[in-house]
């Protein structure tokens, strides 16, 4: 499995390449902000405890993204990697 992670400015691109990368090869791509809603969302106990910090004006502890994204990592081994 291999995984991408782009870095840049707003505007300089990430999200066209992620979805060129994503139609080409296959892969997946991995949002904190977008797990991090849907775990809220789905009242998962890790959706949960970000909500709390969050709701605290608290960033949420790395232990808890960690969590998270493992999690999809887990459930997407079918996937040709991932895009960070």
């Not at 090869?25 to 789905?42: C, K, P, Q």
């Not at 998270?68 to 996937?79: D, F, R, S, T, Y």
């Amino acid at each position: 499995m291999k995984n991408i992670v782009l870095f840049g400015p707003p505007g300089a691109g990430k999200g066209t390449q992620s979805e060129k990368i994503i139609e080409k090869y296959g892969f997946l791509h991995l949002s904190t902000g977008d797990l991090l809603r849907a775990e809220i969302a789905n009242n998962t106990k890790l959706g949960l405890d970000a909500k709390t910090f969050m709701d605290a004006g608290k960033l949420v502890p790395d232990e808890v993204l960690i969590g998270m994204v493992a999690n999809k990592i887990e459930n997407n081994l079918e996937v040709a990697g991932f895009i960070f």
